[in-house]
């Protein structure tokens, strides 16, 4: 009995041995299957997400080379390896916009503005995008929303130029005062820069704000000392209102700037007219600070300009009874005593030299729309009688359009 219950045991010893090798055999087998499918696995997701980096840069390259529709298949193929890639996704709509598919585009960058709505870059893309499909409430809320959004790098540089945009869009959709407010609030947070003020210039002189527009032009003028680039701004931009004194002073200095730096670029040619034409209104203007008898001879030379015109103009209208009605009706005021009165009667009567003056601008006025654009001194008259008109900011601004075709040499 005890040779037998000896024999049991090993054979139970045997068979437990037997047992757990296998199952040792088992778990290394198993242990080795598993790391070559986690590695065979690593490989593969590391080969598609080189995939993907390697086609979204040739997205990103053929994006930024103009070839939108290259991008497109580039990025779809990239999103492809790596589904649901933002930095991708963003980038596929940028591409679709680039190649006019705004509203693929629009639908894709919503979809982004879903996950991440206070994205600046987002918002921007958006804004622009509605800008397009001509929705002029979206494009604004997106542009507002870009502005206070959250973004890399230098937030304040990139929201300074978001605004700056915002008033692009806002003075050609024919805005001009919400294109003011979003200017000088950009003057006010924006750093202080020769660009920033030269924009702010341009900008607000297209929003009908001169006024500022100067001052921004004098901030860059100050930030470069001797550049005649912001001198020039400044001067064009007094001529334009009508401030002909300052425009001459203006222009001039800003020759002497350049000639002072030995300027290899000339003075533009359009600057070069406009200071000529300056110093000549400066020596028709009858301004009411002169003394008398200076403002009467003036006045009497413009009348006789004026007259001119009006001859001209009737002669190349048939005049006589034929003659448009506002032309009888100059006409008739040209026969009273605002055109015949001689200097002695002017000076002595401060309130004739007004009507007189006034006869003179009227003519030219109605000149123009009857017998087409003046040149010469009738030119110059014309502009001197538009810029005496009290006139709103876009009222002017119309004024001045109406005129920059005229040849005023």
């Not at 790391?35 to 997701?45: G, N, P």
């Not at 920033?196 to 607000?204: P, Q």
């Not at 020759?255 to 209104?281: F, K, V």
Request: aromatic residues 6%.
């Amino acid at each position: 009995m005890p040779a037998e219950t000896d024999a049991q045991s090993i054979a139970r010893r045997r068979l437990v041995l037997r047992d757990s090798l296998l199952l040792v055999s088992l778990v290394l087998a198993t242990a080795v299957l598993f790391t070559i499918t986690l590695f065979l696995f690593r490989s593969f997701s590391a080969h598609r997400a080189g995939l993907a980096r390697r086609w979204s840069a040739r997205g990103r390259e053929s994006l930024q080379a103009g070839r939108p529709e290259e991008a497109i298949a580039a990025l779809q193929t990239a999103l492809s390896y790596a589904p649901g890639t933002p930095a991708y996704e963003e980038l596929l709509a940028q591409a679709l916009g680039a190649a006019g598919r705004t509203e693929e585009s629009y639908n894709y960058f919503m979809g982004l503005w879903a996950a991440e709505p206070g994205s600046g870059t987002i918002n921007l893309q958006l804004a622009r995008l509605a800008a397009r499909r001509n929705d002029r409430s979206a494009a604004v809320n997106f542009y507002r929303a870009s502005i206070y959004g959250t973004w890399e790098g230098d937030g304040v540089a990139r929201r300074a130029a978001v605004r700056l945009e915002l008033a692009r869009y806002l003075i050609a959709a024919g805005d001009p005062a919400a294109a003011r407010m979003e200017l000088l609030i950009a003057g006010g947070n924006a750093p202080e820069t020769y660009a920033r003020d030269m924009a702010l210039g341009d900008l607000l002189q297209q929003a009908d704000d001169p006024a500022d527009a100067r001052s921004y032009y004098r901030k860059a003028a100050a930030a470069r000392p001797g550049d005649a680039a912001p001198i020039e701004a400044e001067g064009r931009t007094a001529y334009q209102t009508g401030d002909y004194e300052s425009a001459y002073r203006l222009l001039a200095r800003a020759l002497a700037e350049r000639a002072a730096r030995h300027a290899t670029a000339p003075q533009d040619a359009d600057d070069s007219r406009m200071m000529g034409q300056a110093a000549r209104i400066l020596e028709l203007d009858p301004l009411p600070k002169l003394p008398a008898n200076q403002r009467v001879a003036r006045i009497l030379a413009a009348r006789t300009i004026a007259r001119r015109r009006l001859n001209a103009c009737s002669a190349q209208l048939g005049g006589g009874p034929a003659a448009p009605q506002d032309l009888q009706s100059l006409a008739t005021r040209w026969a009273g005593p605002d055109g015949t009165s001689r200097a002695a009667t002017l000076l002595n009567d401060p309130a004739r030299q007004s009507t007189a003056l006034q006869l003179a601008y009227d003519t030219e006025i109605e000149a123009s729309k009857l017998c087409g654009a003046p040149t010469g001194d009738d030119a110059l008259l014309l502009r001197m009688a538009v810029s005496s008109i009290a006139m709103s900011p876009l009222e002017g601004a119309r004024a001045e359009q109406a005129a920059a075709p005229h040849d005023w040499r």
